[in-house]
C-alpha cells in the first residue's frame, strides 16, 4: 500500500525548509515529511558551482525570519548561503524528515479520495513508487535542473576550446591562464566575469545588448556597527525591514520616475569606471530599470576587473563561432580558449511534473495563480514562487505561513477539500511575470497566468502580501470548501 502523510512538501531548497518549519510549529497534528530529487539539501544553492555564484539579494531578507542571517556580508556567497540552510534545517530538525533522490514525476488528485497520489522515481528502484497525501506543497523552484538554455549558434563545433553553460560547471574546469569569453550580460554574466578574471588571463564579456548593473556594499556597515550594541533579535529585525522598505521604495520609484532611475543607475556606473569609458555603449539598456531584474556588483566587483584591464566588455551581435573564437556582427573575431555561455535558464514550474485531476491532464499554462499560491481549479496544491522585484524568501515564507493558516482552518472546520474556483471567463488573463527577460518571454506558454483583479492578481508588494496572507480572510468567496 502507498504511504499515507497528511502534507508531502516536494524540494528541499530554501522554500521547502522553510515549509518544514512552519508546518512543524505550526500544525503540530499533521503528518509531514519532504521528498527531493537530488542527494543533497540546498536546492539552487547545492546546484550552481561556478566560480563567485552568490545571490544578488542582501541576505537579511534571503535569509529567514525565523532564523536571522548573522554573516558580516550582506551580499553573501553561494558555499556559505548553503551552510545557512543546511545549519537552519539541522537547528530545528527538518533534515531527517528529508529523503533524498526522490524524484515526482506524476500526481494525481482524486475527489472520491480527496487525496493526492504523487508518483516518485528513485535511483533505488525501475519502477516508481507512490505516496499519498491529503495535501500537496511544492517547492521545487523555477528552472530546469536537468539543462540551461543555450542557443544554437553556427560554427560551434568548429571551435577548437571548450563550450561550458554555467549551470553544468564542474570543478575540472581550468581557466587558469585561458583567454575566456562570457555570453551574457544578467544576473549569472555579471557573477562569473570578476571570479573569472582572477585566475584567467582575460574575459569578455560579450552581450547582445546591455542590462542595468548597480554596485551595492557586500557588507552592511550601518549593521556590523550597532552589532553588540543591540539585541541581535532587534538589530536583525531593523535590517530586515530596512532592506524591505528600501527596495519597495526603489522598484516603486523606478515605475514611477524610470528615467530618472535610469539617470541615477548610469551615474553611478560613470563615477566607478570614469569618464573615458564608453557608459552609454555598454551599459545603458533599452528597456526602462525592473523591465528586468537589476543586476548587483558587490563592492563594484565587475567595474574594478573593468578599470584594471582584465575584464573587457564587447557589446555587438554574434555572426558565428570560428575555430579560435567568436565572429561578430561587425567582422570582427574574439580570440578564446573556453567560452561560458551564460545565455539563461529555462523556466519550468513545479519541475514539470504531470498533474491530473479526476482523471484529466492539467495544464498549468491555463490556469490562473491565486494569491501566488494555489491556481485555478486545483484542489489542495500550494507552491512556492518568490517575488522578482525583491528577495525569494520574503514571499516563500508568508506563502508557508498562508498554507499553515488554510490547513488549520479546514482541520477545524472539518474540510477535506480546498479549490480556488474560477469560472470560464470571468477574468482576463495576462502574464504571471511582466518580466522582458528572455528566460521569462520563452517560458509564457507553459506559466500560469494572471488576472486583473483580486484574488488572481499578483502585486510583487510585500506589505500588500503580507497584510493578506498573514490577515487576510480564507474563506473569501473564491476558495470553495467542502
Known amino acids: 500500500m502507498p504511504e499515507q502523510v497528511d502534507v508531502l512538501i516536494v524540494g528541499a531548497g530554501i522554500s521547502g525548509i522553510a515549509a518544514g518549519y512552519y508546518l512543524g510549529r505550526r500544525c503540530p497534528r499533521l503528518s509531514w515529511t519532504i521528498v527531493e530529487g537530488r542527494a543533497a539539501i540546498g536546492g539552487t544553492w ?11 539579494s542582501d541576505m537579511y531578507t534571503l535569509g529567514y525570519r525565523f532564523r536571522p542571517w ?41 475527489s472520491r479520495s480527496a487525496e493526492w497520489t504523487v508518483d516518485i522515481k528513485s535511483p533505488a528502484s525501475d519502477e516508481p513508487r507512490q505516496i499519498r497525501c491529503r495535501f500537496l506543497f511544492m517547492c521545487t523552484g523555477y528552472y530546469r535542473y536537468d539543462r540551461g538554455y543555450t542557443p544554437e549558434w553556427l560554427g560551434m563545433d568548429d571551435f577548437a576550446g571548450d563550450i561550458v553553460h554555467p549551470q553544468k560547471w564542474l570543478n575540472d574546469v581550468d581557466i587558469s591562464g585561458k583567454r575566456v569569453i562570457v555570453i551574457g550580460s544578467g544576473a549569472t554574466a555579471v557573477t562569473i566575469v570578476p571570479a573569472l578574471a582572477r585566475e584567467a588571463a582575460h574575459v569578455t564579456m560579450l552581450q547582445r545588448s546591455p542590462s542595468y548593473i548597480v554596485s551595492m556594499p557586500a557588507r552592511d556597515d550601518q549593521v556590523n556597527r550597532l552589532r553588540g550594541r543591540l539585541p541581535y533579535a532587534l538589530l536583525s529585525w531593523l535590517a530586515r525591514w530596512k532592506m524591505i522598505l528600501f527596495t519597495a521604495y526603489y522598484y516603486r520609484k523606478a515605475r514611477v520616475n524610470p528615467s530618472e532611475v535610469r539617470e541615477k543607475v548610469m551615474q553611478g556606473t560613470r563615477e566607478a569606471l570614469g569618464a573615458d569609458y564608453d557608459v552609454e555603449r555598454h551599459f545603458n539598456p533599452a528597456y526602462d530599470p525592473w523591465d528586468q531584474r537589476l543586476c548587483v556588483a ?16 564587447v557589446t555587438d551581435q554574434i555572426e558565428r563561432f570560428v575555430e579560435e573564437g567568436v565572429q561578430l556582427r561587425s567582422g570582427e573575431i574574439l580570440p ?11 523556466m519550468r514550474i513545479m519541475d514539470g511534473v504531470d498533474i491530473i485531476v479526476d482523471g484529466k491532464a492539467v495544464n498549468l499554462g491555463d490556469t490562473l495563480s491565486y494569491k501566488g499560491i494555489m491556481y485555478s481549479n486545483i484542489p489542495n496544491l500550494a507552491s512556492s514562487f518568490g517575488y522578482t522585484n525583491a528577495s525569494w524568501t520574503l514571499k516563500c515564507e508568508l506563502i508557508c505561513e498562508y498554507v499553515c493558516r488554510l490547513l488549520n482552518y479546514m482541520e477545524r472546520h472539518g474540510f477535506q477539500r480546498c479549490l480556488p474556483r474560477l469560472e470560464t471567463d470571468s477574468q482576463t488573463k495576462e502574464p504571471m511575470i511582466d518580466f522582458t527577460s528572455g528566460y521569462v518571454r520563452r517560458a509564457q506558454a507553459e506559466l500560469p497566468k494572471q488576472g486583473t483583479r483580486r484574488p488572481w492578481k499578483l502585486y510583487q508588494n510585500y506589505l500588500k502580501d503580507l497584510l493578506m496572507m498573514r490577515y487576510g480572510r480564507l474563506n473569501d468567496g473564491v476558495m470553495e470548501f467542502n
Not at 545557512?84 to 534545517?89: E, R
Not at 530545528?92 to 533522490?101: A, H, L, Q, S, Y
Not at 558587490?298 to 566588455?313: E, N, Q, Y
Open 336 to 346: 578564446a580558449d573556453i567560452i561560458v555561455t551564460a545565455t539563461g535558464m529555462r
Open 46 to 56: 547545492d546546484f550552481f558551482r561556478y566560480p563567485g555564484v552568490r545571490s544578488d
Open 70 to 110: 548573522t554573516g558580516e556580508k550582506a551580499i553573501a556567497d553561494g558555499p556559505a548561503i548553503l551552510q545557512y540552510i543546511k545549519d537552519t534545517a539541522r537547528e530545528f530538525g527538518i533534515d531527517r524528515k528529508i529523503r533524498f533522490n526522490h524524484r515526482v514525476c506524476r500526481i494525481e488528485w482524486s
Open 298 to 313: 558587490p563592492d563594484a566587483d565587475l567595474f574594478r576587473a573593468i578599470r584594471t584591464g582584465d575584464v573587457s566588455m
